[in-house]
């Protein structure tokens, strides 16, 4: 049974090869680290009944799952994530913002595998978190409700989709810094409409976020920029003009 010192260690190891870029040693770095965590939870060490320990290493699995994502290892992000929610709720209280982020990003990995479902409730729990911090975590209550919104358009629920890609534009950064949030709402709100029917209201929402993408640098300008070309090439040829 691994002690909170070696856990540590492998959970670093594993985020050290996730930032160089490395999925393969970054992956099965973490799966090592989480089945030695699983092993150590069915009989904690002395230290991980601890507060401290317990939080020291919910925190570094949180780190380690999302820089799985990052990298696409979805499966692997997720039970990383899964874990650290875990720890952290006995942890924490249960409105720490600390908290709320693990939540998301647990959520997050969740509504990109397709299981909007299982994501909602977290999500749900942390936009309860993030509203009592109040108007400082405005941002992070704005990716909840684009997080909510995309299992929304997924699930066929436009109307829903709509109305929470709107609230959370409500809550975005202005200018340059809250423009690729505000392009993905806009996008999100764009195909919420089309799934309505109201292609004109969609053809200009599309239009808007692609104003943003091409504010952007990089690949975010890239992706967002292809991905709303796309969505904008299926609606009819009147409202692509």
Do not use: W
């Not at 002395?46 to 320990?53: E, V, Y």
């Not at 899964?82 to 959520?107: I, M, N, W």
Request: charge should be negative; proline fraction near 4%.
């Amino acid at each position: 049974m691994a002690t909170e010192t070696e856990l540590a260690a492998m959970v670093e190891a594993a985020i050290a090869a996730a930032h160089r870029g490395d999925r393969t040693a970054a992956v099965t770095a973490a799966e090592r680290a989480v089945a030695a965590y699983e092993a150590s939870s069915l009989t904690p060490s002395p230290g991980l009944r601890g507060a401290a320990p317990r939080l020291a290493l919910g925190l570094s699995l949180m780190s380690l799952g999302d820089f799985l994502h990052r990298l696409g290892a979805l499966a692997s992000a997720e039970r990383s994530l899964a874990h650290a929610v875990e720890l952290l709720e006995r942890s924490l209280t249960p409105d720490d913002p600390a908290l709320g982020d693990a939540l998301v990003s647990h959520a997050a990995v969740l509504v990109e595998t397709g299981a909007g479902a299982a994501a909602k409730p977290l999500l749900e729990r942390a936009l309860a978190i993030f509203t009592l911090a109040g108007p400082t975590h405005a941002a992070l209550s704005a990716h909840v409700f684009e997080l909510l919104a995309t299992t929304a358009v997924a699930a066929g629920r436009f109307a829903e989709a709509e109305k929470l890609a709107r609230r959370a534009l409500g809550l975005c950064e202005p200018g340059p810094s809250g423009a690729l949030a505000r392009g993905n709402l806009e996008n999100l709100a764009g195909a919420a409409l089309a799934g309505l029917g109201r292609t004109t209201e969609a053809a200009a929402a599309f239009r808007r976020a692609l104003a943003l993408a091409e504010s952007l640098e990089g690949e975010a300008r890239k992706t967002l920029g292809e991905l709303l070309l796309t969505n904008l090439s299926k609606l009819p040829e009147r409202e692509r003009q």
